[in-house]
Structures are given as structure tokens and as C-alpha cells.
């Protein structure tokens, strides 16, 4: 009798409840329309990885070759060249994004100046607001044969160079230009993570003689540690993720040794040589290891850092 009345009387208080939050629930319709138009009903097309697809026979009429367009992927005489691209330019993205960054955060956590402070934190945060597109045009300017920076070389009586058409060149400037644009968002998190460091830390540190670098390897660092470990343990599951955007502005024939990456050979595949089913073998490939490679990541972070997403 107790739990009769006990579901009697939650039930108006569900019914309370849902009809609170029910403009909330209308507001996550069109996320919900979204995300299952855009992201859930494409993932259907995996069946090509599987076919011998040809769009006039649709996926009911292609014929079905099972790992074929695996084998076939493996056997593409530049496959290797682009897993190594994306891992090189990727590793060095993701340690960059948090080197930078944590140097730029400790050197403004020294300045006393709040107005510059402020300042630099705006103008280091500003270039993560623009798109690629915006900033593809500038490095195109900046760096194309006949562009500022050749013509400064120029001024100064030295050859130009091809940057834009140089494997030697090329990379660093996807890597650099990469950092510099995304290098003010981590910043902001360290600086804040900065801001939980006991102030009577350092002053005792500062009563025992410990200089200003002393105190920022022995107390700064160490107490944001698990913050910089748990950015860098999140940031695997993006390792196969290079910069699609940023390499399809920018990159020609000529830089496909040392910078065509998965993204761009998956669009290359499908989009230009109309090769369908090898174009979502490899797509597949990268989406399986990419899957494997998060939940290992969030998996590490739960059980050392206590982080959570649900």
C-alpha cells in the first residue's frame, strides 16, 4: 500500500516536472533532426566499403565484394606515405597546441600589468574566430611565390621561395599557422587552471628563497599537471584527424609527399577519381580506429582524472 501511494503521488510530480522542462525537450528538436539527417542516416553509405557500388545500381544493385576495397586500400603505393603524414603532423599539432599555450600562460601569469594583460589575452584569443577560409586566403598571400613574404625576402636581395609548393616548407607552415590559430582557446585554460594555485605556496616558496623560476617547477606546474595530461590524453582520439580544412586550402600536386593526409585521400578517392567504394574503405578505416582511439582516451581520463561527458 505504502508504494501504490508512493507512485501515486510521484507521478503528478513527473508530470510536474516534464511539463516544466518541455520547452527545453522542443528546444533539442531541431539538434535532434539535425544530428540524425546529417550524421546517423549518412552512416547507411558503410555499405559501400562493401560494394563494388555504382550510383546507378544504388546500394541494392551493387555487388557485394566483401573486404575487397580493404585489400585494395592496403595496396595503394602512397597509403602509407599518407598514415604517415597525418600521424607526423597530427602528433606534432596536438603537442604544440598544449606547449605553446602552457609557456604564453605562464609568462602572462608573471605579468603585473592587468591592462596588458588583458590585452594579450585578447589578441592571442582573436585568431581562434576566424575560419579557415579567412585564414587561407591570408596564408596564400603571405606565402605564394609572389607574395609579402617573398617580396620582403627580395628587398633583402634573397631568392623567393616556394613555400606553398615546397615539401621541406609546407608542413611547418600547416603545423605553425595551426598552433598560432588555436593556441589562444588552451591558454585560457591553463590560465584559468593557473588562478587554483594556493597564493601561500609561493609566498612560503618566496620566505624560503625560491626564485620566480623555482617556484613556477615546483608548484605551478606540478599542481596544473593533471589538467595539461588530461588535454593531452583527450586530444588521442583526434591523432587521425590532421586538418582537413586546412590542408585542402592550401595544399597542390605538388606537397601530396609530405602533406596529403587520410581526409584529403578519402576526398581525392571518392569526390575526384569517383572511386566510391575505395574512397569509404578508407573513410570507414579512419572512423573505426578514430572511435577506438576516443573511448580508450575517455576511458583513461574517468578512471585518472575523474572526467566525465555523461
Known sequence: MQKIRANAAGSPRRLTIFKRELPLYVMLIPGVVF????????????VMAFQDFSPLRSFTGSEWIGLRNF???LALPTFWTVVRNTLFISVVKILLRLLVPLILALLLNEVLNNAFKRTAQTVFFLPYFLSWAVMGGVLREL???????NAFLQSFGLEPVMFLGSNTWFPIIIIVSDVWKDMGYNMIIFLAAITNVDPALNESAALDGASRWQQIWHITLPTIRPIVVMLLVLSLGSVLSAGQEQIMLLYNPMVYESSDIIDTLVYRLGLVNHQWSLSAAVGMMKSVISFLLVVISYR??????DYQVF
Open 143 to 149: 606565402f605564394e611565390y609572389d607574395g609579402t613574404v
Open 71 to 73: 585489400q585494395d586500400m
Open 35 to 46: 544530428a540524425l539527417v546529417f550524421n546517423y542516416l549518412p552512416m547507411f553509405g558503410l
Open 300 to 305: 583513461i581520463a574517468t578512471k585518472h582524472f
